[in-house]
Structure formats: C-alpha cells, structure tokens
C-alpha cells in the first residue's frame, strides 16, 4: 500500500468509506503524529524506545455498516502510558468520525471514559 499523507481538509474530500479504507493519513499534536491506517481498521502513533525499538500505541476500529464505525480497543505500551497518547488517538479517531459524518459505537472502555471527561458535544452528536 502506498501511503498518501493528507490534511484534515484535504481528508474531507474523501468523505465515502471505501475511499478511506485506501489512504493513509497522519497528524501531528504537540509533537505526538498520528497516524491512520484504514485499511488496516487503526490510528497508531509510533514511538522510539529507550533501548532503540520500534514500539507502537494503537486504536483500532471497524465498520459496522457504511456510516456506523465501532472503536474497540486502544492499547498504549507500558513505558509510555500516563503521556497522554491514549488522548491523542481518541481525538485523531473522534475528529475521523466527525470530520466523516460517521456514528461511533464505544465498546473500548478508555473511549468510553475519554467521552465522558471530555464532553465535546460535537462529539457526541456522533455517538450511536
């Protein structure tokens, strides 16, 4: 698959679900990018560890129906959880479904929690 970086502009263009599911996208928030593999079904950030390794945070979801998605499971590695990259994910995820006009389903517990401190009603306009 060959990655093709757009802005969050330029993302709006690609508005149909099977148009998404070829691109690659990233962001980048206070030095943190994510990224979004929709093929693969996650946002991701990668991220270096002490010893030098690869070490990757991940969000991944799936599509219900064309304009139900479902957000199930975000996973942090144990050496950097407590930074804030869960939220970087939830946000990056939340701004897709808004930015897409898709319905989120939060069966990932974290999300759930993410949504409930963050009461973004742009965001839970798009709550199942």
Not at 40 to 55: I, N, P, Q, R, S
Not at 84 to 103: I, M, P, S
Request: overall charge positive; glycine content about 4%.
């Amino acid at each position: 698959m060959s990655a093709v970086l757009l802005s969050t502009s330029q993302c709006l263009k690609y508005r149909h679900l099977w148009a998404f599911r070829s691109v690659m996208t990233s962001c980048t928030s206070n030095s943190v990018s994510v990224q979004h593999d929709g093929t693969a079904g996650e946002f991701f950030v990668l991220m270096k560890t002490a010893d030098g390794k690869t070490a990757k945070a991940l969000l991944q979801y799936r599509y219900i129906t064309n304009r139900l998605v479902d957000y199930y499971h975000t996973e942090v590695p144990l050496q950097f959880r407590g930074q804030g990259v869960a939220k970087h994910l939830a946000k990056a995820a939340f701004d897709h479904a808004v930015g897409n006009d898709l319905c989120m389903r939060l069966t990932c517990s974290y999300l759930q929690k993410y949504m409930q401190e963050n009461q973004c009603v742009e965001y839970k306009s798009h709550l199942e």
